[in-house]
C-alpha cells in the first residue's frame, strides 16, 4: 500500500471588512427599532426582524475555516463556515502542478511575469510559513495559496518530488 494521507485546517482570521459588516448589520437594527419605531410604528417591528433574520444568516458564514486534504496525489481544499456548512472550493492533481513553494520563495521568481489567477486559502495570520501552488491547466495558471502542516509536506513531496521546493 503507497498511498500517502494528510490533512491540515486553519481558521481564517476576522478581517476587518467582515468586523464593519458585523457592526453595519447590528447598528440598522438598532436604529430601525429605536427611531423606526417613532416614525412608522409597528411596521419597523417588520423590518428589524428581516434584519435579524439576515444577520443570524450572515453572521456565521463570515466564520471561515479552510481544510486542507492530500490524499495519494491529490489536493483537495475545503471551505467550512461557521463550523457547520462544507463546500469543496478547489481539488488539485499533482499531475498539472508545476511547482510548489514557499511564497516568498526565489523559486516562484520566474512565475511574477506571468499573468496568476490567485486563491488564498491561508489564515491571514503574518506569522505563519504560506506555500504557493502553481496549477497549470490549459493555457491559463492559477496560484494557490496555503498553509499545509509538516506531514503534508513530507507526503507531497514523497509523491512528487521534483514539483516542491522547501526554500
Known amino acids: 500500500m503507497n498511498e500517502s494521507y494528510a490533512e491540515a485546517g486553519v481558521k481564517r482570521k476576522q478581517t476587518m471588512k467582515n468586523q464593519l459588516i458585523k457592526a453595519a448589520m447590528i447598528a440598522?437594527?438598532?436604529?430601525v427599532v429605536v427611531f423606526g419605531s417613532?416614525?412608522?410604528?409597528?411596521?419597523?417591528?417588520?423590518?428589524?426582524c428581516a434584519l435579524i433574520v439576515v444577520a443570524v444568516y450572515v453572521f456565521p458564514r463570515m466564520n471561515v475555516?479552510?481544510?486542507y486534504v492530500f490524499c495519494?496525489?491529490?489536493?483537495?481544499f475545503d471551505k467550512i463556515m461557521g463550523n457547520a456548512k462544507r463546500k469543496t472550493a478547489l481539488r488539485i492533481d499533482f499531475d498539472k502542478v508545476d511547482m510548489m513553494a514557499p511564497a516568498n520563495s526565489h523559486v516562484l521568481d520566474s512565475y511574477?511575469?506571468?499573468q496568476l489567477k490567485v486563491?488564498?486559502?491561508?489564515?491571514l495570520m503574518p506569522d505563519r510559513k504560506v506555500y504557493a501552488?502553481?496549477?497549470?491547466?490549459?493555457?491559463?495558471?492559477?496560484?494557490v495559496l496555503f498553509e499545509p502542516n509538516e506531514k503534508m509536506v513530507a507526503c507531497i513531496k514523497q509523491k512528487a518530488p521534483r514539483k516542491i521546493s522547501e526554500y
Not at 440598522?28 to 436604529?31: N, Q, R
Not at 495519494?72 to 483537495?76: I, Y
Open 38 to 48: 417613532l416614525i412608522i410604528g409597528s411596521f419597523a417591528m417588520l423590518i428589524a
Open 133 to 143: 501552488v502553481i496549477v497549470r491547466e490549459g493555457e491559463s495558471a492559477l496560484k
Open 65 to 67: 475555516e479552510y481544510e
Open 112 to 114: 511574477n511575469h506571468m
Open 119 to 123: 486563491k488564498d486559502f491561508t489564515s
Open 72 to 76: 495519494d496525489g491529490q489536493l483537495d
Open 28 to 31: 440598522a437594527i438598532v436604529v
